[in-house]
């Protein structure tokens, strides 16, 4: 887009979920991080809209997404049109719908890993990096992206803002716990404004060493420091976008409920599906399905939001216990209250571990589901899809489909499940060892 159309100041305006700031424009908060109290940004409930007009089924992914961002970030509708239409171009070797809707029985499975590095985190980033570039040209500025990946954040992040003139990206995964095919994505680009470093450690020790960088609001400003994973409001709204333009393709009429299954760690991607829902969206139920890193389940299901010790699993992406997410959930569930928000995470942050109150956990539940499951059941799962249907299944989709098979008490008018080559979100071929060890011996060819 030309860097003569600048951006008004964007309707809705901003605070954080802990309410120190508010009246935030949107330039400001996707330039940015954590906020300044420690909470995230988030919509003041009373600027947002409760619709986005003129959706119909005929529309592209592109012109959804555009008509979400247009409120939300004060850009003209046409040039978020030309973002999104970009940012999409190579999805689906560019053929479209760029999201592969594919029926399955009474199921629907929307293939959200057919971006360029095969990961659904190629939706949000391909469009929050030109929304970084559109707002830095503008201004004539340059940003610093720092970011941490538990293994397709990275090479989506890395792949969105190579060779970007405005933008240089650090990147931090930690050693022998992201796949091989994902680690090559990130450490065999060769663009000078990409810096990949590989940390000792797990996902949530570089999570809280990020989070005192953001804290500091000198060297953020000094450095122009903002992030690209889910921490950014941007990447939740962007994947609102998918949520509300899958409910266009299975309930135009708005007359039944889409139910959605979604494989979550930090919690990004079921928050897209909650703002989705409170933008008009045909949403119903969403299953949050985690590995052993079950944080967000015992919060769902009992309202126990307590830190434990992260384990390594089959399914790296999903090796979260700081869920940082949820923290929005709170916000939205509890009426914008942030004063119950700050109180809440202050107690998790001191004794790491508290307990939602009743009310609030029963507007969590009002919407959310979840489940866990463990790496067995992950690979039995990988191995039964393998067996009867030839279809190699990533350990992360594998956790949804086991969830979309066992979760008590949720039979849907129609579930859609979130896949990347049947994937729900992350691509088999990047994870090519443990597909193999779950499909040895079926029958057909394993990756």
């Known amino acids: 887009p030309s860097v003569a159309a600048a951006a008004m100041p964007s309707r809705v305006r901003y605070q954080s979920t802990r309410g120190g700031v508010h009246g935030l424009d949107f330039s400001d908060i996707l330039l940015s991080a954590y ?3 420690g909470g995230l940004f988030v919509p ?10 003129g959706l119909h089924p005929g529309m592209t992914l592109a012109q959804v997404t555009a008509r979400v961002l247009e409120p939300f970030t004060g850009i003209a509708l046409a040039d978020c049109e030309e973002i999104c239409a970009a940012a999409f171009l190579s999805f689906n070797n560019g053929l479209e719908p760029a999201l592969p809707l594919v029926r399955a029985g009474r199921r629907l499975l929307l293939e959200t890993g057919a971006g360029p590095t095969l990961a659904f985190k190629d939706i949000g980033q391909q469009v929050v990096a030109r929304l970084l570039n559109h707002v830095l040209g503008g201004r004539g500025e340059r940003a610093t992206i720092v970011v941490e990946t538990s293994g397709d954040t990275g090479p989506a992040a890395i792949e969105a803002v190579r060779g970007c003139e405005a933008v240089r990206i650090f990147c931090l995964y930690p050693e022998g ?27 949530d020790e570089q999570a809280e060493a990020l989070k005192r960088v953001f804290e500091d609001a000198a060297f953020m400003r000094r450095h122009s420091v903002c992030s690209i994973n889910s921490i950014n409001w941007a990447r939740v709204l962007v994947q609102a976008g ?20 979604v494989p979550t760690g930090a919690f990004g991607n079921a928050a897209g599906g909650l703002l989705a829902k409170r933008l008009g969206g045909a949403v119903g139920r969403i299953v949050c399905a985690t590995n052993s890193n079950d944080i967000v389940h015992r919060t769902i299901s009992r309202g126990d939001m307590s830190m434990r010790a992260n384990q390594q699993t089959v399914s790296p992406a999903m090796d979260i216990q700081f869920a940082y997410n949820v923290e929005r959930l709170l916000y939205f569930c509890s009426g914008g209250d942030a004063t119950a928000v700050a109180a809440l995470m202050a107690t ?8 939602l109150p009743p009310p609030l956990l029963h507007a969590v539940q009002d919407t959310f589901v979840s489940c866990a ?3 067995a059941q992950t ?15 990533d350990p992360h989709s594998a956790i949804g489909v086991h969830a979309l098979r066992t979760t008590p008490g949720t039979e849907p008018t129609l579930w859609i499940r979130y896949s990347g080559g049947m994937g729900l979100g992350v691509h088999a071929l990047d994870h090519v060892e443990s597909v ?9 060819v394993c990756v």
Do not use: K
């Open 436 to 444: 193999r060890a779950a499909c040895e011996g079926g029958r057909g």
């Open 379 to 393: 690979l039995q799962t990988m191995r039964e899809v393998w067996a009867a249907d030839g279809y190699a299944l």
């Open 35 to 37: 906020a300044p109290d």
């Open 177 to 203: 716990r992201v796949s091989r095919v994902q680690e090559l994505q990130m450490v065999t680009v060769d663009s000078p404004n990409v810096f990949v470093y590989r940390t000792e450690g797990d996902t």
């Open 348 to 355: 998790l942050e001191a004794d790491r571990a508290v307990a």
């Open 373 to 375: 499951v463990s790496d």
């Open 242 to 261: 998918y949520y509300l333009w899958a409910c266009q393709q299975v309930s135009p009429a708005s007359d039944r409920p889409v139910h959605f299954v």
């Open 44 to 53: 003041e409930l009373s600027t947002m809209p409760n619709h986005i007009a």
